[in-house]
């Protein structure tokens, strides 16, 4: 593995050798994260890196593209056919610039858009005030309701109806529940506003239809194709084609200059390797694996918001155990859990302390992890946030964790 450079940088290579060994050993438990095929990492290193244009296939404003113009059209077909999309749009280099050139594509500066709160579960760029959404546009939110913890589509309504806005999104980075699209479209509709669901965590739900699809409901529909996908390092728009014009130039020349073909290359193959049955069989463990994983810390005496989970994740409120998200995030760290802190809906916590962590269960599943070790995990943040600042006690457990870890190798479970 990566011969030349450690011929050439001894300090990078070390760094890359250890980090594998961190994914080998480890439990990953982050929500975002996935282990991609070994295909996604060769297009990722490979000679595409070395072509520049600008354009669209057929269009480009640099020659020499009629390879990466064929793969273009493919990665866009494949798209197109995996989502049941009229257009598609590849080129974005993230998930934030696939909602920036939406943006970009329909808005004016100082237009409004209606997003979901950043800490009741949305992103940044759905409109908080840190970030370019928040600083261009006149961006006001809608959250969850106390109760239910869902979120709460009479606000939605009230907002849209009173503020106007041009924009509405759905879609969260924190949400665990199925969401409503039909409504939220009936809402944007009644006020003359575009519709726009970004699915980055749920798009490998999606294409599995594992989980409802956002795509008949939606004017646009952002995604990346990381997170469920399982796949590049990336983004993408889907739209109706009457939009298809506009989203086009919304990324180049709106947002985007020359592309990156060589992560193309690698979301052209996400979207193959997502509609084999292999991957479908992977996301519905990925949604039982989650449920299994809420159900028996439930039992352990956490809180998990909304009482379950309908997709990859859940939110989980550390409090009945006396603890903050913080601390739990570094114990389970120190053990060789990855998990992020994370603010639950109406959280009395700085956003760097918090009383809640996320925990998705896409990358273990494709590990080869089932219910068992869904509830042998389970068991194991428990002992961690049981022996919090007990040395000894957490050196056992990251044994037990580095056994578990290790016990599922990488590329041995649903992807090569
Ligand atoms: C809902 C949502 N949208 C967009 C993004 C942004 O994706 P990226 O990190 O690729 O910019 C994220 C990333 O966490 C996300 O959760």
Same mark, same amino acid.
């Given at each position: 593995m990566l011969r030349s450079l450690k011929e050439k940088d001894q300090a990078l290579y070390d760094i890359v050798k250890a980090e594998l060994s961190r994914q080998r050993n480890g439990i990953e438990l982050i929500a975002s994260e996935s282990y991609v095929p070994e295909a996604i990492m060769e297009l990722q290193g490979?000679?595409?890196?070395?072509?520049?244009?600008?354009?669209y296939p057929g269009k480009r404003y640099h020659a020499g593209c009629h390879e990466v113009d064929k793969m273009e059209t493919l990665g866009i077909e494949r798209a197109k056919e995996l989502f049941g999309a009229e257009h598609a749009n590849i080129q974005?280099? /993230? $998930?934030?610039?696939? +909602?920036?050139?939406? %943006?970009?594509?329909?808005? *004016?500066?100082?237009d409004t858009i209606l997003g979901m709160r950043l800490d009741q579960g949305g992103h940044l760029t759905h409109g908080?005030?840190?970030?370019? /959404? $928040?600083?261009?546009? +006149?961006?006001?939110? %809608?959250?969850?309701?106390? *109760?239910?913890?869902?979120?709460?589509?009479?606000?939605?309504?009230?907002?849209?109806?009173?503020?106007?806005?041009?924009?509405?999104?759905?879609?969260?980075?924190?949400?665990?529940?199925l969401i409503d699209y039909e409504r939220m479209s009936e809402i944007a509709r009644e006020v003359g506003a575009y519709f726009m669901v970004d699915m980055a965590h749920i798009a490998g739900l999606v294409a599995a239809k594992v989980i409802p699809s956002p795509v008949p409901y939606a004017d646009f529909v952002?995604?990346?194709t990381t997170k469920t996908l399982a796949g590049a390092r990336g983004g993408f728009i889907l739209c109706r084609a009457e939009y298809a014009s506009k989203v086009d130039k919304g990324i180049f020349p709106g947002v985007q200059g020359s592309m990156h073909f060589h992560v193309m290359g690698a979301k052209a193959h996400t979207f193959k390797n997502a509609m084999t049955s292999k991957y479908r069989e992977c996301m519905q463990q990925v949604v039982k694996n989650a449920q299994k994983l809420a159900q028996e810390l439930s039992q352990r005496g956490f809180r998990i918001v909304t009482g379950g989970t309908d997709n990859h994740l859940m939110l989980v409120d550390v409090r009945p155990k006396g603890l903050t998200g913080v601390q739990l995030d570094e114990a389970l760290e120190s053990v060789g859990i990855t998990v992020n802190k994370n603010m639950i809906p109406f959280d009395p916590e700085?956003?760097?302390?918090?009383?809640?962590v996320r925990i998705g269960t896409t990358a273990m599943t494709?590990?080869?992890?089932?219910?068992?070790?869904?509830?042998?995990?389970?068991?194991?943040?428990d002992e961690v946030a049981c022996n919090i600042g007990d040395k000894t006690a957490l050196e056992g457990i990251a044994r037990k964790v580095t056994e578990l870890g290790s016990s599922f190798p990488l590329y041995q479970g649903y992807f090569k």
């Open positions: 490979s000679v595409l890196t070395n072509k520049t244009a600008e354009g974005a280099h /993230s $998930g934030s610039q696939a +909602n920036q050139a939406v %943006y970009s594509a329909i808005l *004016e500066p100082g908080s005030g840190v970030n370019f /959404s $928040g600083r261009m546009y +006149n961006c006001i939110s %809608y959250g969850l309701d106390r *109760e239910t913890e869902i979120i709460d589509y009479d606000e939605v309504e009230r907002l849209a109806k009173e503020k106007r806005p041009k924009l509405l999104i759905a879609g969260a980075s924190a949400y665990p529940r952002t995604s990346t700085k956003p760097t302390v918090t009383s809640g494709i590990k080869g992890m089932k219910e068992a070790q869904a509830e042998q995990i389970a068991a194991l943040i």
